[in-house]
């Protein structure tokens, strides 16, 4: 199976910056799409930027124009560069990643989501 591994979250003040990474391993498959999320206590988790396996991008309107999501295919990782992070912001943020698993009579889909990091944004 596809297991997903987040690393780069952080204490930072605001106006400050971070670098999230999600890197997918386990079994052969194919990624498509890739998601980051997050979610503060006693909210909804929410989409927070996307990138196509076109490699399209989208935002939420909160941090468009300050986060950055990109995708590294040779390394099956995709990142989130947060600048100008306001106390908002904080929150813990998962990863999702879909695509196929190969190797089998039929290919199979899946979704694979991270284990979460912590964003804290002081003011």
């Known amino acids: 199976q596809v297991q997903l591994v987040e690393s780069g979250g952080g204490l930072v003040q605001a106006g400050g910056s971070l670098r999230l990474s999600c890197a997918a391993s386990?079994?052969?498959?194919?990624?498509?799409?890739m998601d980051w999320y997050r979610q503060a206590p006693g909210k909804q988790r929410e989409l927070v930027a996307h990138?196509?396996?076109?490699?399209?991008?989208n935002y939420a309107d909160s941090v468009k124009g300050r986060f950055t999501i990109s995708r590294d295919n040779a390394k099956n990782t995709v990142y989130l560069h947060m600048n100008s992070l306001k106390p908002e912001d904080t929150a813990v943020y998962y990863c999702?990643?879909?695509?196929?698993?190969?190797?089998?009579?039929?290919?199979?889909?899946?979704?694979?989501w991270g284990q979460g990091t912590q964003v804290t944004v002081s003011s």
């Open positions: 386990g079994s052969t498959f194919s990624i498509n799409a």
């Open positions: 990138i196509s396996s076109g490699g399209s991008t």
């Open positions: 999702n990643v879909r695509g196929v698993l190969l190797g089998r009579v039929d290919t199979t889909p899946f979704s694979a």
